[in-house]
């Protein structure tokens, strides 16, 4: 089973939610399931239909969670010395060469990507465009509307 990176703080928010998933919505959605076999007649009991759908759904993210966390390589960017080299886990702070606006990037795992708090994917083309640059260099990224030149200002681990 091939293993995927993810960031210490990504592995946690995976940990809450499964958490929350076995502890809180398992336990509601079964309880749903029994209130709604109560009232009688399960053929035409949208209610029992709805919590039967519901549970299937959480009953496939947990298996999906835990089987992610079993193959995850969990990486602490604060533990990571690269020499100043892009890396997963590494804070990007670059310079649009056509516009001059400063932007902020971390590149962190599939799962807890969020582009609008800087978070980037690992395999989105801006982080496979930063992997192995330095402070200095210029990467090119192939974005929908042409190429975009960016200048790293500098790279940190936090």
């Known amino acids: 089973m091939a293993t995927f990176p993810i960031t210490k703080r990504g592995a946690e928010m995976l940990k809450a939610e499964l958490h929350r998933l076995k ?5 509601n959605v079964i309880q ?3 209130d709604a076999r109560a009232q009688g007649d399960l053929s ?6 709805a919590a039967k759908e519901r549970q299937g759904f959480i009953e496939g993210r947990i298996a999906e969670i835990e089987g992610k966390l079993s193959s995850a390589q969990i990486i602490d960017p604060a533990e990571v010395n690269a020499g100043g080299r892009v890396v997963f886990g590494a804070t990007v702070e670059l310079e649009d060469e056509d516009s001059g606006n400063p932007v902020t990037y971390q590149i962190v795992g599939e799962d807890e ?3 609008k708090l800087g978070l980037v994917n690992i395999g989105s083309p801006i982080a496979r465009a930063l992997i192995g640059k330095e402070e200095g ?6 974005a929908p509307g042409g190429v ?5 200002v500098a ?4």
């Open 23 to 27: 502890t809180v919505d398992r336990p």
């Open 32 to 34: 749903a399931i029994a």
């Open 44 to 49: 035409e009991n949208a209610d029992y239909d």
């Open 113 to 115: 990507a969020d582009i």
């Open 137 to 142: 260099d210029v990467a090119e990224v192939q």
């Open 148 to 152: 975009r030149r960016y200048e790293i």
């Open 155 to 158: 790279v940190r681990y936090e």
